[in-house]
């Protein structure tokens, strides 16, 4: 994971598909969505917060926390353990989990691709690469 992070490039950026951060006590915060704030107070009695989702990046500053931000800068094999997707199941009648697209079947990421419209152009364009990657890596 990327340790010297340019918060600027990254508010500017349209392929983050992670915003994340990992606090002291090993707790892991992401923001999903646009507005989506989630906070924790650490074991060490700090509090951290994270905002944005994949629109922009606006997280507390203690100095002691780790960012997990990844963006399609990243290598592949970073981005297919990072990035994930929410699912209700086969027949959407499953609680909310998410799944990370190298545990994804192949005919998971084909159905996303091909049905879900509003789909996040960089969460699309990290689909279409672990297509590749896999047709590129098929023994």
């Given at each position: 994971?990327?340790?010297?992070?340019d918060y600027d490039d990254l508010r500017r950026s349209s392929s983050m598909i992670r915003n994340a951060m990992?606090?002291?006590?090993?707790?892991?915060?992401?923001?999903?969505?646009?507005?989506?704030?989630?906070?924790?107070?650490?074991?060490?009695?700090?509090?951290?917060?994270?905002?944005?989702?994949?629109?922009?990046?606006?997280?507390?500053?203690?100095?002691?926390?780790?960012?997990?931000?990844?963006?399609?800068?990243?290598?592949?094999?970073?981005?297919?353990?990072?990035?994930?997707?929410?699912?209700?199941?086969?027949?959407?009648?499953?609680?909310?989990?998410?799944?990370?697209?190298?545990?994804?079947?192949?005919?998971?990421?084909?159905?996303?691709?091909?049905?879900?419209?509003?789909?996040?152009?960089?969460?699309?364009?990290?689909?279409?690469?672990?297509?590749?990657?896999?047709?590129?890596?098929?023994?």
């Open positions: 994971m990327k340790t010297d992070i990992r606090t002291p006590d090993g707790t892991i915060l992401q923001s999903r969505h646009r507005h989506d704030y989630v906070t924790h107070t650490d074991a060490n009695g700090k509090f951290y917060m994270l905002d944005g989702g994949l629109s922009y990046v606006r997280r507390s500053a203690n100095g002691d926390e780790e960012m997990m931000a990844v963006t399609l800068a990243e290598p592949h094999e970073e981005i297919r353990e990072a990035c994930d997707w929410g699912t209700y199941g086969i027949n959407g009648d499953q609680p909310l989990s998410y799944i990370t697209l190298c545990d994804m079947t192949t005919d998971h990421i084909e159905a996303v691709l091909k049905n879900v419209s509003s789909i996040n152009p960089a969460i699309k364009t990290a689909m279409q690469n672990e297509l590749e990657y896999r047709n590129d890596n098929a023994e």
